[in-house]
């Protein structure tokens, strides 16, 4: 069955200010102005950030909802900030490699925007490319490698990404910890991991980190007009790096071993947005 957002004559915009109306009725909340996606590792900051005004299943929500399969389609959280703003928590990411085509994988970011967000800070787990980021380090994006050899933006809308991951934003987290790094992430379709030829060539034209999700949805953040934040917890060293294969279950415990010190992390940086 074919994803309701790719459906013939839908409008992913419409779909997206639809979301948005249905969040802001549910929630109560008329704009938020902050908006968080959390992968893996990240999702404990949804409880760090603030007071939660509600808490909605994604499944609710238009374009959230799958077409045939129904998995765990996560949440959507609305968090009053003790600075008083507000922020919308995306606990419900659809990757690339789900074949729901590259309009489902932004339509989070759409609606964040919808909602008013002027600000989207997209978090991940991935790879590392540089060996002194094993075991658990945050990183914070500097620049993206898109190899997906797709967009999330459709005809001839010609969007720039210069300074995709604001500095002034990345100058704001390093105010909150001087010793975090930076590093280009490198997207690849997935859902393998990368082949040690793979992660090389990564390496060899300037990628740092390796993940499946963060790059599609930086573009569609810039072309709403956002300013973005994108961090990475290194689960693991890319594959080659490390000289052990690859495992879901080593990204998810790297991932829940981590959680606590960089959701604390990621709540004190977003406040001072
Ligand atoms: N590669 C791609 N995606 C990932 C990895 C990796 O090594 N680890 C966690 N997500």
């Not at 620049?143 to 010609?158: K, R, V």
């Not at 890319?238 to 998810?252: D, M, Y």
Request: charge should be negative; charged fraction near 20%; proline fraction near 4%.
């Amino acid at each position: 069955m074919t994803h309701p957002l790719n459906q013939d004559n839908v409008d992913p915009f419409e779909i997206a200010q639809q979301a948005a109306d249905q969040i802001r009725s549910i929630s109560g909340i008329k704009k938020h102005d902050i908006a968080l996606t959390l992968g893996s590792g990240w999702s404990k900051a949804a409880d760090l950030l603030g007071e939660t005004v509600c808490e909605i299943p994604a499944s609710d929500i238009i374009g959230f909802s799958k077409p045939a399969v129904q998995g765990h389609v996560g949440s959507l959280r609305s968090v009053r900030l003790s600075n008083g703003k507000h922020a919308l928590v995306i606990g419900a990411r659809t990757h690339f490699y789900e074949n729901h085509g590259v309009r489902a994988v932004v339509h989070s970011v759409r609606t964040a925007a919808k909602t008013g967000a002027e600000v989207m800070v997209l978090t991940n787990g991935a790879g590392g490319i540089q060996p002194q980021w094993a075991g658990g380090a945050a990183v914070l994006i500097s620049d993206h490698i898109n190899l997906t050899a797709s967009s999330p933006l459709e005809g001839a809308n010609f969007v720039d990404l210069t300074n995709l991951y604001s500095p002034r934003l990345r100058s704001i987290a390093k105010e909150v910890d001087a010793s975090l790094e930076e590093g280009v992430y490198v997207q690849f379709r997935g859902p393998h991991y990368e082949t040690p030829a793979e992660v090389q060539m990564a390496k060899t034209i300037g990628g740092d980190i390796v993940g499946m999700s963060t790059a599609l949805e930086a573009i569609a953040a810039r072309e709403s007009g956002m300013e973005i934040l994108g961090m990475s917890l290194i689960t693991n060293l890319a594959a080659g790096i490390q000289k052990t294969p690859l495992s879901h279950a080593e990204v998810i415990e790297a991932g829940q071993k981590a959680e606590a010190r960089i959701s604390k992390l990621l709540a004190e940086i977003v406040v001072r947005f």
